[in-house]
């Protein structure tokens, strides 16, 4: 059974950070590809960055020098570092993996999700 536990999400002020934690249970996260996803208030989920087996990184552009995914193999967890936050950033964040090979970026890709974890960046 694969489960995502995301965590560090929260309340941040404009030009903050946070950094979200996604620990993974059923899937070894160095040979997958695991994503972030997020979704605002009467908006549809967007894609805001994966990170591949191999390690390359994809970002959207509105995230795109700003957030940066990385992993670590020995917890088993995927990570999103978030930087110069926005009020426009406010959010639930969802992690993902599981690909289907339709491509990163759609949503219906992905198998398994997490609960997802609010954050909240305030002007």
């Known amino acids: 059974q694969v489960q995502l536990v995301e965590s560090g999400g929260g309340l941040v002020q404009t030009g903050g950070s946070l950094r979200l934690s996604c620990a993974v249970s059923?899937?070894?996260?160095?040979?997958?590809?695991s994503t972030w996803f997020r979704q605002a208030p009467g908006r549809e989920r967007e894609f805001v960055g994966v990170?591949?087996?191999?390690?390359?990184?994809l970002y959207s552009e509105s995230v795109k020098g700003r957030f940066t995914i990385s992993r670590e193999d020995a917890k088993n967890s995927v990570y999103l570092q978030m930087g110069s936050l926005k009020p426009e950033d406010t959010a639930i964040f969802y992690c993902?993996?599981?690909?289907?090979?339709?491509?990163?970026?759609?949503?219906?890709?992905?198998?398994?999700w997490g609960q997802g974890t609010q954050v909240t960046v305030s002007s």
């Open positions: 059923g899937r070894t996260v160095s040979s997958v590809a």
């Open positions: 993902a993996t599981g690909s289907r090979g339709l491509g990163y970026r759609r949503e219906d890709n992905w198998s398994y």
């Open positions: 990170i591949t087996p191999s390690g390359s990184k």
